[in-house]
């Protein structure tokens, strides 16, 4: 059985980070003094473990297959490592640590949005605290949350997925807009006339919520689909699409003209945003904190 020492968390660490960073001579400056140093510390873990990590050479960086178990392996330790430091600082009745906060994209324009006030009020609680922020898609967050990289995640997620605690924390409303070269645009129709025209368009539908805006459009089919919302905003903007946008997000546009709403009245959603955490394992004192001034946040906005 291989003993680890401390030599070798060091090693395990500067291997993570170059795999994260896409090879030796990406990994970043404060890793090691140059591309060499990073070679020597990083080659003595493969007699230690007795396994070919990595292929070297002109055609690049690639992690061999016993590479990326070691590697899935070395991000379970370390997300273990660091629970523990977590843990061990309720010893000392002193708050501290990293804690690691997924969010999905084009939040900051959302002013029911409880993130800006919980990072204040936890900030100002005085914690000794670095916080990694990470945006991304609903699927990468919920997996991230699930191996331990991250402590929470905050956006929509439709389905609920085992081994994951979904809590509710505020809705987000959206509308249905088209560009300004789109044939709808300034269109006032309502009603069977307007869903006409609607089936008769191209529809963009957010990949993570694509059946939730289709059944809302009566439309069984979608012509594009997109991971995240700048995206979703380019398509309507070229006047070739229709879509749901966030009503704080669209209205940039819809004060200079490049986009127009349709049926304000009636096509409106009201997109549920959810907190997910680890089920089944304590939260540390960190994270606890963290959700207490969410929580708090959230009330006192009467978003819940």
Known sequence: MIQLHDVDLKLLRVFATIVRCGGVFAAPAGVSAGPPTTTEQTTPLEPRLGVKLCQRGRSGFRLTEQGVAIHEATQRLLSAVENFCMDADVL??????KLNLGIID????????PIPRTT?????????????????????????????????????????????????????ALGL?????????????????????IAASRIVVRGYMQQYDLEHLGVSKAAATVDNIEALAILIISGAY???????????????????????????????????????????????AFLEDLGASSRKAGNT
């Open 92 to 97: 000392k009745q002193h708050i501290s640590g």
């Open 106 to 113: 084009t939040t900051i324009t959302d002013p029911d949005s």
């Open 120 to 172: 204040q009020r936890f900030v100002s609680r005085g914690h000794d605290v670095h916080l990694n922020v990470y945006v991304g898609t609903p699927a990468e967050l919920e997996e991230r949350v699930l191996d331990g990289r991250l402590h929470l995640a905050i956006g929509h997620f439709p389905i609920h997925v085992p081994g994951l605690l979904h809590s509710p924390l505020y809705r987000e």
């Open 177 to 197: 807009y088209c560009g300004r070269r789109h044939p709808l645009h300034g269109s006032k129709a309502e009603g069977g006339e307007l869903l006409e025209e």
């Open 242 to 288: 229709l879509g749901f946008l966030p009503a704080h997000f669209a209205a940039q546009w819809i004060k200079t003209g490049e986009m127009h709403q349709l049926a304000p009245g009636s096509l409106q959603l009201m997109s549920p945003f959810d907190v997910i955490t680890r089920r089944g394992t304590a939260p540390p004192p960190i994270l606890q």
